[in-house]
């Protein structure tokens, strides 16, 4: 393992939050469900398209006692994870490379699109399915960073983090140690634990919490967002009801005016009603205009990476929402009055359906 400091790592942490962001964890049984089937190059696509890499997956399978040309021992010799048990002995082939051309182009580029990389695997990976995504998501951020032109594109303990930062810290957690043959442990043989990766296991849960401490906390800021964007959605289909009766009552008073007695004291109001129907004649396609921006924007915030760059969006979004919010209830409680004044002239039946419409809402 890579001897670095806790506080090397804080400072890495925050020098990749500012490029990167920090994503939501990937599902689980996303990868774990195409690995089953044996989509093995579908999986590894999966991984490559949550780190934000447009590219094309060439998958290669190689035998399990694969040597590189340039090899000077078995097996592959650029990027490869560190794997040791407790004496510190590679113990277990679990072959997985990513290939990085020299010609890779700048990530957002159009050639960066569908750009092919070669990926290299071998059997043994299917006897350890977490630990294969576990690198794969380490051998894909390589990528990542080398795409970006990042100075510490090649710095194993960036590459690590980078991954985790994007969605990956359960999966590389779940992935990073393998256990060999425990049954023997019960005849009084000896259980090996190998350990994938380039965190000791004090480093890494190091890394782990803080990452989780700043998730816990954007997500926290995310979530109210997305329950105001809820309330507001539900007040607009609240008054989308209302908006509903209040249409029928007003076209059935209009066309019966000449025999309705209409009372000094709701004259107004009838006119702000006449106000209204004129200034927003299509009321009801407005108000699912609203609720469709409100559905993009939630999307928005959802898929939103954290970046402490971007802090005031959020502050954005809350005062738009609240904006939203006091607009629809502009709206929800005209109609509310509206209603209730309308009670007084409507028939018997339209005056039972408007009664209990304004006591559902």
Same mark, same amino acid.
């Given at each position: 393992? &890579?001897?670095? #400091?806790?506080?090397?790592?804080?400072?890495?942490i925050n020098n990749l939050i500012?490029?990167? @962001?920090?994503?939501?964890?990937? #599902?689980?049984?996303?990868?774990?469900?195409?690995?089953?089937?044996?989509? !093995?190059?579908? $999986?590894?696509? &999966?991984?490559?398209?949550?780190?934000?890499?447009?590219?094309?997956?060439?998958?290669?399978?190689?035998?399990?006692?694969?040597?590189?040309?340039?090899?000077?021992?078995?097996?592959?010799?650029?990027?490869?994870?560190?794997?040791?048990? *407790?004496? @510190?002995?590679?113990?277990?082939?679990?072959?997985?490379?990513? #290939?990085?051309?020299? !010609?890779?182009?700048?990530?957002?580029? #159009?050639?960066?699109?569908?750009?092919?990389?070669?990926?290299?695997?071998?059997?043994? &990976?299917?006897?350890?399915?977490?630990?294969?995504?576990?690198?794969?998501?380490?051998?894909?951020?390589?990528?990542?960073?080398?795409?970006?032109?990042? =100075?510490?594109?090649?710095?194993?303990?960036?590459?690590?983090?980078? *991954?985790?930062?994007?969605?990956?810290?359960? +999966?590389?957690?779940?992935?990073?140690?393998?256990?060999?043959?425990?049954?023997?442990?019960?005849? @009084? @043989?000896?259980?090996?634990?190998?350990?994938?990766?380039?965190?000791?296991?004090?480093?890494?849960?190091?890394?782990?919490?803080?990452?989780?401490?700043?998730?816990?906390?954007?997500?926290?800021?995310?979530?109210?967002?997305?329950?105001? +964007?809820?309330?507001?959605?539900?007040? &607009?289909?609240?008054?989308?009801?209302?908006?509903? !009766?209040?249409?029928?009552?007003?076209?059935?008073?209009?066309?019966?005016?000449?025999?309705?007695?209409?009372?000094? =004291?709701?004259?107004?109001?009838?006119?702000?009603?006449?106000?209204?129907?004129?200034?927003?004649?299509?009321?009801?396609?407005?108000?699912?205009?609203?609720?469709?921006?409100?559905?993009?924007?939630?999307?928005?915030?959802?898929?939103?990476?954290?970046?402490? $760059?971007?802090?005031?969006?959020?502050?954005?979004?809350?005062?738009?929402?609240?904006?939203?919010?006091?607009?629809? =209830?502009?709206? %929800?409680?005209?109609?509310?009055? $509206?209603?209730?004044?309308?009670?007084? %002239?409507?028939?018997?039946?339209?005056?039972?359906?408007?009664?209990?419409?304004i006591r559902k809402n």
């Amino acid at each position: 393992m &890579i001897e670095v #400091s806790n506080q090397y790592i804080k400072e890495t942490i925050n020098n990749l939050i500012l490029l990167l @962001g920090i994503k939501e964890d990937i #599902s689980y049984n996303s990868l774990r469900r195409p690995f089953n089937e044996g989509k !093995i190059k579908e $999986c590894i696509k &999966i991984i490559a398209d949550y780190l934000g890499l447009p590219i094309e997956i060439n998958l290669i399978y190689v035998p399990s006692d694969y040597h590189s040309k340039n090899a000077e021992t078995a097996g592959f010799t650029s990027n490869k994870p560190v794997k040791t048990d *407790a004496r @510190g002995r590679g113990v277990e082939r679990i072959v997985a490379q990513v #290939s990085i051309p020299n !010609i890779l182009p700048p990530f957002g580029t #159009s050639a960066f699109t569908n750009f092919p990389i070669d990926v290299k695997i071998s059997n043994s &990976i299917k006897r350890h399915p977490d630990t294969f995504m576990a690198l794969m998501a380490h051998e894909l951020s390589h990528v990542l960073l080398h795409s970006l032109w990042h =100075k510490e594109k090649d710095n194993e303990i960036y590459v690590d983090i980078a *991954a985790m930062l994007l969605g990956f810290k359960k +999966i590389m957690k779940k992935g990073r140690k393998t256990v060999q043959h425990p049954f023997l442990a019960f005849l @009084g @043989g000896v259980t090996i634990t190998t350990t994938y990766g380039y965190l000791s296991d004090e480093q890494f849960e190091f890394a782990y919490n803080e990452i989780k401490s700043f998730w816990n906390s954007f997500r926290t800021k995310k979530t109210e967002l997305l329950v105001q +964007i809820d309330k507001i959605k539900d007040l &607009i289909r609240k008054t989308a009801n209302l908006y509903k !009766i209040f249409q029928k009552n007003f076209t059935w008073i209009s066309e019966q005016l000449s025999r309705l007695k209409i009372k000094d =004291k709701d004259t107004d109001q009838f006119v702000k009603m006449q106000g209204f129907v004129f200034q927003y004649p299509d009321f009801d396609k407005d108000l699912i205009e609203k609720e469709k921006s409100l559905d993009n924007l939630y999307e928005e915030i959802i898929n939103k990476p954290y970046n402490p $760059c971007e802090t005031g969006k959020f502050d954005q979004w809350e005062i738009h929402l609240q904006n939203k919010l006091n607009e629809i =209830k502009h709206y %929800y409680i005209f109609l509310k009055t $509206c209603l209730k004044t309308q009670l007084k %002239y409507i028939e018997i039946k339209q005056k039972i359906l408007t009664f209990l419409e304004i006591r559902k809402n």
